[in-house]
């Protein structure tokens, strides 16, 4: 029986393992008969034709007739083998080759609809909906932090942030020199932990006023990049979808609304003297 690995390394170059079983077993003496090396090589004797004949083919044996009878004899490995990988080499560069040209045509096909595509966009690019909150919390943090000139703010309750962390997403722009202005609901002054919240932050530099109701919540990042926070109507529990939108026009006229109802606010939440508020 062939040794089993030099039957893996034949098949490495090429040969199938018929082939390579075959070979090695005419390495064994001078010559073999057809159905000699089927036993040999233990090949089915309805296959050894075959093999003989592709191993001819590829320049591993070579035929020879004793009068009527069919002789086949290895060719010197030091020859035969360098001839594998030389078949090798070629059948691997006329495959790149192949995959070359057939890559040139995809380009070609494919290259008008990439600009196609490209020309058109998507008419919602600009809007990215949040459902998670902490995706939510996550992009206001970021929004904030990246802020570069103002922040204004419609804020009612519930809130996602508790209450360290509503301070830490507000002291931050404002150590940087932000403008940072929140309009609050009245009811928010009860809760004594909001109050405290709020006079921290006044204390920092945040603008504040209070008004009966604000429509929804609402941040805006330098007049250009909204984040609205709407509490689902049909729920009584929290459940916040959030939108990113990056939209010049809205993002104006939510600026409008802001500026309306900040002057329609008061810095005075119960009729107290305002300067008791900071």
């Known amino acids: 029986m062939p040794d089993p690995q030099k039957l893996e390394n034949l098949t490495s170059l090429g040969l199938t393992r018929y082939e390579a079983a075959v070979y090695l077993s005419l390495l064994e003496r001078q010559d073999f008969t057809p159905s000699q090396v089927a036993t040999r090589a233990q090949v089915p004797r309805q296959r050894i034709y075959d ?4 191993l001819c083919d590829r320049g591993l044996c070579v035929e020879r007739r004793s009068g009527r009878q069919r002789l086949f004899q290895a060719v010197d490995p030091s020859n035969a083998l360098p001839n594998l990988v030389q078949e090798k080499q070629r059948q691997y560069e006329a495959e790149i080759a192949r995959q070359n040209q057939q890559t040139k045509e995809l380009v070609t096909a494919l290259a ?6 490209h020309k058109t966009q998507d008419p919602l690019a600009y809007i990215e909906v949040l459902s998670e909150p902490n995706r939510i919390v996550e992009r206001g943090s970021n ?3 990246s802020a570069e000139e103002s922040i204004i703010v419609f804020f009612t309750y519930p809130s996602l942030l508790g209450y360290e962390e509503g301070l ?12 940072y202005r929140s309009i609050y609901e009245y009811s928010i002054w009860e809760d004594p932990s909001s109050r405290d919240f709020i006079r921290q932050c006044q204390e920092w530099g945040q603008e504040v006023r209070f008004v009966p109701e604000v429509p929804f919540k609402m941040q805006l990042f330098d007049k250009r990049t909204i984040l609205l926070s709407l509490q689902d109507p049909l729920v009584s529990t929290p459940s916040f979808t959030a939108l990113s939108i990056n939209h010049p ?10 500026e309306t109802l900040w002057g329609q606010g ?3 939440p119960q009729g107290v003297d305002p300067h008791q508020l900071i």
């Open 51 to 54: 093999v003989l004949a592709s």
């Open 112 to 117: 008008p609809l990439y600009l196609a595509g």
């Open 143 to 145: 929004l904030a932090q």
């Open 168 to 179: 830490k997403l507000v002291k931050n722009p404002l150590e940087r020199g932000i403008t």
């Open 249 to 258: 026009g809205l993002a104006k006229m939510l600026q409008i609304a802001f």
């Open 266 to 268: 008061t810095v005075d």
